[in-house]
Nanobody
Framework: QVQLVESGGGVVQAGGSLRLSCAAS????????MGWFRQAPGKERDFVAV????????YYAESVKGRFTIARDNAKNTVYLQMNNLKPEDTAVYYC????????????????????WGQGTQVTVSS
């Protein structure tokens, strides 16, 4: 059974940086497409970034493009989300997700594209 554990969240001032980690157990992540989503209070869970299996091509939501970077370390079986120049509107619970189903040529920006999820880590950006 695969388990994802996110860490690295916290409270940071606007303009600051955080790096989120998503460590997996029970499954090798290098064969899976991995994504990050976030959910702000009272809102739906939104796509943030994805890194595809094998090619490691990345794709970002417009709201974070140029500020966030998704990466993977296959040796550590971990996926990261480096977040720079944080803004108050980035405040949310951030979730890591993985897709074990076969590849398809889509953006992987929907929740239904993913098969397993972590429990989330809180990020709070103060103004």
């Amino acid at each position: 059974q695969v388990q994802l554990v996110e860490s690295g969240g916290g409270v940071v001032q606007a303009g600051g940086s955080l790096r989120l980690s998503c460590a997996a157990s029970g499954r090798t992540l290098r064969t899976d497409t991995m994504g990050w989503f976030r959910q702000a209070p009272g809102k739906e869970r939104d796509f943030v970034a994805v890194i595809r299996s094998y090619s490691s091509n990345t794709y970002y939501a417009e709201s974070v493009k140029g500020r966030f970077t998704i990466a993977r370390d296959n040796a550590k079986n971990t996926v990261y989300l480096q977040m720079n120049n944080l803004k108050p509107e980035d405040t949310a619970v951030y979730y890591c997700a993985g897709r074990s189903r076969p590849y398809y040529s889509g953006p992987y920006s929907g929740e239904s594209d993913y098969d397993y999820w972590g429990q989330g880590t809180q990020v709070t950006v103060s103004s």
